[in-house]
């Protein structure tokens, strides 16, 4: 059974740096994009960037590059997405996704984080 | 990127049919058969309910259609029931992005 299972919910001040994770199962996790969608409260779903275990090539929408970095350790099979300076306008709820092998679709999904960034 | 048009919301009576439609360019919607639909209960993670325009995944009911005409891509739920009451959300792939593009969502009520 194909699994992605995300670390758990963070509470962070404004500056601070934070990373979580995606852990895959169930799969060749190398063989397959992994991507990571924000939701703001309230809002739609946004692709903030996509990695590629195998060989860690990473693709980030404009709206997101040099905001966040998406990493890899196939090693784990685990996928990061980290911050260095968090900002309020971070607060969200964070997914990753793995990608269909043949298309650009969205296949499994992890069950989320929640990042609250709070003064 | 600009986001797929989907409507704000729509609703129905059990038992009843509805129709969700994503509209995009030729640049997306229009160029590819690559749309997919998710579904999203509230504090939930979204869930695929249709992939390719038209293809169900397994385990997903047949209740559940897609299909596509130019540069608006659509999602029909039949017989609709209490629990499809949620919000959908269709994707694309579009050359403008390896990432692709999602709609701005539609909240379905079950009246």
């Given at each position: 059974e194909v699994q992605l299972v995300q670390s758990g919910a963070e509470v962070k001040k404004p500056g601070e740096s934070l990373k979580i994770s995606c852990k895959g199962s169930g799969y060749s996790f190398t063989s397959y994009w992994i991507g990571w969608v924000r939701q703001m409260p309230g809002k739609g779903l946004e692709w903030m960037g996509i990695i590629y275990p195998g060989d860690s090539d990473t693709r980030y929408s404009p709206s997101f590059q040099g905001q966040v970095t998406i990493s890899a350790d196939k090693s784990i099979s685990t996928a990061y997405l980290q911050w260095s300076s968090l900002k309020a306008s971070d607060t969200a709820m964070y997914y990753c996704a793995r990608r269909f092998s043949s298309s650009p679709g969205v296949d499994y999904w992890g069950q989320g984080t929640l990042v609250t960034v709070s003064s | 990127q600009s986001a797929l048009t989907q409507p704000a919301s729509v609703?129905?009576?059990?038992?009843?049919?509805?129709?969700?439609?994503?509209?995009?360019?030729?640049?997306?919607?229009?160029?590819?058969?690559?749309?997919?639909?998710?579904?999203?209960?509230?504090?939930?993670?979204?869930?695929?309910?249709?992939?390719?325009?038209?293809?169900?995944?397994?385990?997903?009911?047949?209740?559940?259609?897609?299909?596509?005409?130019?540069?608006?891509?659509?999602?029909?739920?039949?017989?609709?029931?209490?629990?499809?009451?949620?919000?959908?959300?269709?994707?694309?792939?579009?050359?403008?992005?390896?990432?692709?593009?999602?709609?701005?969502?539609?909240?379905?009520?079950?009246?």
């Open positions: - | 609703s129905g009576s059990p038992g009843q049919s509805i129709t969700i439609s994503c509209t995009g360019t030729s640049s997306d919607v229009g160029g590819y058969n690559y749309v997919s639909w998710y579904q999203q209960h509230p504090g939930k993670a979204p869930k695929l309910m249709i992939y390719e325009v038209s293809n169900r995944p397994s385990g997903v009911s047949n209740r559940f259609s897609g299909s596509k005409s130019g540069n608006t891509a659509s999602l029909t739920i039949s017989g609709l029931q209490a629990e499809d009451e949620a919000d959908y959300y269709c994707s694309s792939y579009t050359s403008s992005s390896t990432l692709g593009v999602f709609g701005g969502g539609t909240k379905l009520t079950v009246l």
